[in-house]
């Protein structure tokens, strides 16, 4: 089975992390908090998975800036299409650090998410080693 990138892993992280907030809207205000202070979106570098099949502008193994939301520090969540359809799916953190490799890593809290994108209008990245790797 082979996950493929949707190369807006920055915009699918802040979406994801959407969404959990909007669901928890009916709980009470310290349930809500409690669930979204578990949640951090990381930016770093991952390698290219060595599965990664060809035609996607990368290469196995070349370095590239990706996004995704951690869990408890447990669990990651990242977003990808499989057989055609966008999913959303999770590992737990050993199997994405075996298998991407994440280097250069900042983790923000959602508070810090929220003033990053106020601030610059998007949902990043907001480091320039990471932006230069977007161009």
């Excluded at 979406?15 to 809500?32: K, N, T, V, Y």
């Excluded at 977003?79 to 050993?94: H, K």
Aim: with cysteine.
């Amino acid at each position: 089975m082979t996950i493929h990138p949707t190369r807006t892993c920055f915009d699918d992280a802040v979406a994801f992390c959407e969404q959990r907030a909007r669901a928890l809207i009916a709980r009470p205000p310290s349930e809500c908090r409690r669930e979204l202070l578990r949640l951090r979106i990381a930016h770093g570098t991952i390698a290219v998975p060595d599965e990664q099949p060809p035609g996607f502008g990368v290469q196995p193994g070349q370095r590239i800036a990706h996004a995704w939301v951690e869990e408890d520090g447990r669990t990651v969540w990242q977003t990808g299409f499989l057989d055609g359809e966008r999913v959303t799916f999770s590992m737990p953190w050993p199997d994405f650090a075996r298998l991407s490799r994440p280097e250069s890593v900042t983790h923000y809290t959602l508070f810090q998410v929220l003033r990053h994108h106020d601030r610059s209008q998007s949902t990043g990245p907001w480091r320039d080693d990471l932006k230069a790797l977007c161009r």
